[in-house]
Protein backbone atom coordinates (compact mmCIF):
# COMPACT_ATOMS: atom_id res chain seq x y z
CA UNK A 1 0.00 0.00 0.00
CA UNK A 2 1.59 3.18 -0.94
CA UNK A 3 2.24 5.65 1.84
CA UNK A 4 0.14 8.60 0.06
CA UNK A 5 -2.44 8.61 -1.89
CA UNK A 6 -3.88 11.33 -4.18
CA UNK A 7 -6.23 11.65 -6.79
CA UNK A 8 -4.25 12.76 -10.17
CA UNK A 9 -7.12 14.72 -11.91
CA UNK A 10 -6.60 16.46 -13.99
CA UNK A 11 -8.90 19.25 -13.11
CA UNK A 12 -9.80 21.88 -15.17
CA UNK A 13 -11.44 25.18 -13.72
CA UNK A 14 -12.16 28.53 -14.62
CA UNK A 15 -10.88 31.25 -13.66
CA UNK A 16 -12.42 32.25 -10.21
CA UNK A 17 -13.45 29.08 -9.32
CA UNK A 18 -12.83 27.52 -6.07
CA UNK A 19 -11.08 23.75 -6.31
CA UNK A 20 -10.15 21.21 -3.59
CA UNK A 21 -7.49 18.19 -3.63
CA UNK A 22 -7.31 15.56 -1.10
CA UNK A 23 -4.56 13.70 -0.37
CA UNK A 24 -4.67 10.10 2.01
CA UNK A 25 -2.00 9.09 3.90
CA UNK A 26 -1.31 5.34 5.08
CA UNK A 27 0.92 5.91 8.20
CA UNK A 28 -0.49 6.88 11.27
CA UNK A 29 2.99 7.67 12.38
CA UNK A 30 3.26 10.30 10.27
CA UNK A 31 4.16 13.90 11.89
CA UNK A 32 3.94 16.68 9.61
CA UNK A 33 1.93 17.52 6.24
CA UNK A 34 2.81 19.33 2.89
CA UNK A 35 1.60 20.72 -0.04
CA UNK A 36 4.10 21.49 -2.69
CA UNK A 37 3.72 22.66 -5.84
CA UNK A 38 5.15 21.83 -9.31
CA UNK A 39 5.21 23.54 -12.79
CA UNK A 40 6.02 21.49 -15.89
CA UNK A 41 9.15 20.27 -15.64
CA UNK A 42 10.48 22.48 -12.31
CA UNK A 43 10.99 21.77 -8.92
CA UNK A 44 8.41 21.29 -6.79
CA UNK A 45 8.11 23.87 -4.82
CA UNK A 46 6.92 24.61 -0.91
CA UNK A 47 3.62 25.84 -0.93
CA UNK A 48 1.62 25.32 2.62
CA UNK A 49 3.01 22.72 5.58
CA UNK A 50 0.31 21.94 7.73
CA UNK A 51 1.65 20.90 11.67
CA UNK A 52 -1.70 21.21 13.30
CA UNK A 53 -5.75 21.35 12.22
CA UNK A 54 -4.76 23.39 9.38
CA UNK A 55 -3.48 26.34 7.86
CA UNK A 56 -4.77 29.26 5.72
CA UNK A 57 -2.28 31.68 3.61
CA UNK A 58 -4.35 33.99 1.06
CA UNK A 59 -6.46 31.86 -1.28
CA UNK A 60 -5.21 28.70 0.15
CA UNK A 61 -6.14 26.36 2.86
CA UNK A 62 -4.88 23.13 4.04
CA UNK A 63 -6.41 21.00 6.27
CA UNK A 64 -5.42 17.94 8.38
CA UNK A 65 -7.88 15.21 9.70
CA UNK A 66 -6.01 12.78 11.55
CA UNK A 67 -8.56 10.75 12.63
CA UNK A 68 -9.43 9.93 8.86
CA UNK A 69 -5.62 10.38 7.55
CA UNK A 70 -6.30 13.11 5.19
CA UNK A 71 -5.40 16.53 3.74
CA UNK A 72 -6.60 18.86 2.17
CA UNK A 73 -5.47 21.97 -0.11
CA UNK A 74 -8.29 24.33 -1.16
CA UNK A 75 -8.12 27.29 -3.40
CA UNK A 76 -10.33 30.25 -3.90
CA UNK A 77 -10.56 32.23 -6.69
CA UNK A 78 -8.55 30.59 -8.76
CA UNK A 79 -5.86 32.43 -11.05
CA UNK A 80 -4.41 31.17 -14.46
CA UNK A 81 -1.43 31.16 -12.63
CA UNK A 82 -2.20 28.52 -10.49
CA UNK A 83 -2.10 26.30 -13.28
CA UNK A 84 0.43 23.32 -12.16
CA UNK A 85 0.68 20.00 -10.43
CA UNK A 86 0.01 20.21 -6.46
CA UNK A 87 1.97 17.20 -4.61
CA UNK A 88 0.86 16.22 -0.92
CA UNK A 89 3.63 14.98 0.85
CA UNK A 90 4.30 13.79 4.51
CA UNK A 91 7.15 12.77 6.70
CA UNK A 92 7.41 10.82 9.80
CA UNK A 93 9.21 11.50 12.89
CA UNK A 94 11.26 8.39 12.71
CA UNK A 95 13.08 9.21 9.25
CA UNK A 96 12.54 13.14 9.50
CA UNK A 97 14.92 13.90 6.30
CA UNK A 98 12.44 11.45 4.51
CA UNK A 99 9.68 12.56 2.41
CA UNK A 100 7.13 10.64 1.00
CA UNK A 101 5.05 12.38 -1.80
CA UNK A 102 2.01 11.80 -3.51
CA UNK A 103 1.80 11.47 -7.46
CA UNK A 104 0.36 15.05 -7.78
CA UNK A 105 -3.05 16.37 -9.56
CA UNK A 106 -2.87 18.54 -12.41
CA UNK A 107 -4.91 21.52 -12.16
CA UNK A 108 -5.54 23.50 -15.11
CA UNK A 109 -7.27 27.52 -14.88
CA UNK A 110 -9.21 28.25 -17.96
CA UNK A 111 -10.02 32.19 -18.81
CA UNK B 1 21.52 32.85 -3.41
CA UNK B 2 21.96 30.27 -5.79
CA UNK B 3 19.71 27.50 -5.36
CA UNK B 4 20.27 23.87 -5.74
CA UNK B 5 22.11 23.48 -9.54
CA UNK B 6 21.89 19.94 -10.80
CA UNK B 7 23.76 18.92 -13.77
CA UNK B 8 22.96 17.70 -16.55
CA UNK B 9 20.01 18.56 -17.04
CA UNK B 10 19.05 16.38 -19.49
CA UNK B 11 21.10 12.99 -20.47
CA UNK B 12 19.84 10.07 -23.08
CA UNK B 13 22.42 7.02 -22.27
CA UNK B 14 22.02 3.72 -24.04
CA UNK B 15 20.88 0.82 -21.78
CA UNK B 16 24.14 -0.56 -20.04
CA UNK B 17 26.07 2.79 -19.92
CA UNK B 18 26.78 5.09 -16.41
CA UNK B 19 25.70 7.93 -15.94
CA UNK B 20 26.94 10.60 -13.19
CA UNK B 21 24.49 12.71 -12.33
CA UNK B 22 25.94 15.94 -9.91
CA UNK B 23 24.39 18.53 -7.39
CA UNK B 24 25.58 21.18 -6.01
CA UNK B 25 23.42 22.30 -2.81
CA UNK B 26 22.60 25.66 -1.73
CA UNK B 27 26.20 26.97 -0.31
CA UNK B 28 25.86 25.82 3.90
CA UNK B 29 23.63 23.12 3.84
CA UNK B 30 24.46 20.27 5.64
CA UNK B 31 21.74 18.10 4.19
CA UNK B 32 21.50 16.43 0.87
CA UNK B 33 19.00 14.32 -0.57
CA UNK B 34 18.47 12.59 -3.96
CA UNK B 35 15.16 11.69 -5.13
CA UNK B 36 13.73 10.48 -8.46
CA UNK B 37 10.39 9.80 -10.36
CA UNK B 38 9.91 7.74 -13.02
CA UNK B 39 7.11 7.90 -15.20
CA UNK B 40 3.50 8.03 -14.24
CA UNK B 41 5.05 6.97 -10.25
CA UNK B 42 5.50 9.53 -7.23
CA UNK B 43 8.68 11.31 -6.66
CA UNK B 44 10.29 8.85 -4.31
CA UNK B 45 13.36 9.34 -1.52
CA UNK B 46 16.80 7.36 -2.81
CA UNK B 47 18.54 8.94 -0.03
CA UNK B 48 20.02 11.57 2.44
CA UNK B 49 23.25 13.06 3.39
CA UNK B 50 24.13 14.80 6.21
CA UNK B 51 28.00 16.27 5.53
CA UNK B 52 29.25 13.96 4.13
CA UNK B 53 27.79 10.97 5.61
CA UNK B 54 24.69 9.09 4.46
CA UNK B 55 22.02 9.68 7.27
CA UNK B 56 19.49 7.02 5.20
CA UNK B 57 19.64 5.10 2.43
CA UNK B 58 16.66 3.24 2.06
CA UNK B 59 15.45 4.28 -0.66
CA UNK B 60 18.22 3.14 -2.99
CA UNK B 61 16.92 0.76 -5.65
CA UNK B 62 19.46 -1.44 -6.09
CA UNK B 63 23.49 -1.80 -6.11
CA UNK B 64 23.36 -0.33 -9.47
CA UNK B 65 23.24 3.11 -7.78
CA UNK B 66 26.09 4.60 -5.83
CA UNK B 67 25.92 8.23 -4.19
CA UNK B 68 28.89 9.94 -2.64
CA UNK B 69 29.22 13.42 -1.23
CA UNK B 70 32.91 13.22 -0.45
CA UNK B 71 34.24 16.70 1.61
CA UNK B 72 30.48 16.93 2.22
CA UNK B 73 30.04 19.72 -0.69
CA UNK B 74 28.62 18.73 -3.66
CA UNK B 75 27.55 15.45 -4.58
CA UNK B 76 27.18 12.66 -7.42
CA UNK B 77 24.40 9.58 -8.00
CA UNK B 78 26.13 6.85 -10.93
CA UNK B 79 24.24 4.56 -12.26
CA UNK B 80 26.50 1.79 -13.28
CA UNK B 81 25.23 -0.04 -15.73
CA UNK B 82 21.89 1.87 -16.53
CA UNK B 83 18.72 0.02 -17.06
CA UNK B 84 15.86 1.16 -18.53
CA UNK B 85 13.20 1.05 -16.15
CA UNK B 86 15.89 3.70 -14.75
CA UNK B 87 14.52 6.66 -16.71
CA UNK B 88 12.96 9.60 -14.78
CA UNK B 89 13.82 12.58 -13.34
CA UNK B 90 16.09 12.64 -10.32
CA UNK B 91 15.58 15.55 -8.06
CA UNK B 92 18.67 16.78 -5.97
CA UNK B 93 17.38 18.75 -2.87
CA UNK B 94 18.99 20.60 0.51
CA UNK B 95 18.44 21.91 3.64
CA UNK B 96 20.35 23.12 6.75
CA UNK B 97 18.54 21.07 9.38
CA UNK B 98 17.12 17.34 8.52
CA UNK B 99 13.67 17.12 6.89
CA UNK B 100 10.95 19.35 6.01
CA UNK B 101 9.76 21.37 9.00
CA UNK B 102 9.30 24.85 10.92
CA UNK B 103 11.69 26.97 10.30
CA UNK B 104 13.24 24.77 7.91
CA UNK B 105 12.78 24.41 4.62
CA UNK B 106 14.00 21.64 1.61
CA UNK B 107 15.11 23.07 -1.61
CA UNK B 108 14.91 21.27 -4.59
CA UNK B 109 16.65 21.68 -7.98
CA UNK B 110 15.31 21.32 -11.29
CA UNK B 111 16.23 17.66 -11.77
CA UNK B 112 18.55 15.91 -14.11
CA UNK B 113 16.14 14.23 -16.57
CA UNK B 114 17.78 10.72 -17.78
CA UNK B 115 16.73 8.36 -20.58
CA UNK B 116 17.82 5.41 -21.14
CA UNK B 117 17.30 3.78 -24.11
Known amino acids: RKEVEQDPGPFNVPEGATVAFNCTYSNSASQSFFWYRQDCRKEPKLLMSVYSSGNEDGRFTAQLNRASQYISLLIRDSKLSDSATYLCAVNKGSTLGRLYFGRGTQLTVWP | ?117
Request: proline letters at 4%; aromatic letters at 12%.
Open chain 2, 1 to 117: EAGVTQFPSHSVIEKGQTVTLRCDPISGHDNLYWYRRVMGKEIKFLLHFVKESKQDESGMPNNRFLAERTGGTYSTLKVQPAELEDSGVYFCASSQLPGQGIGNTIYFGEGSWLTVV
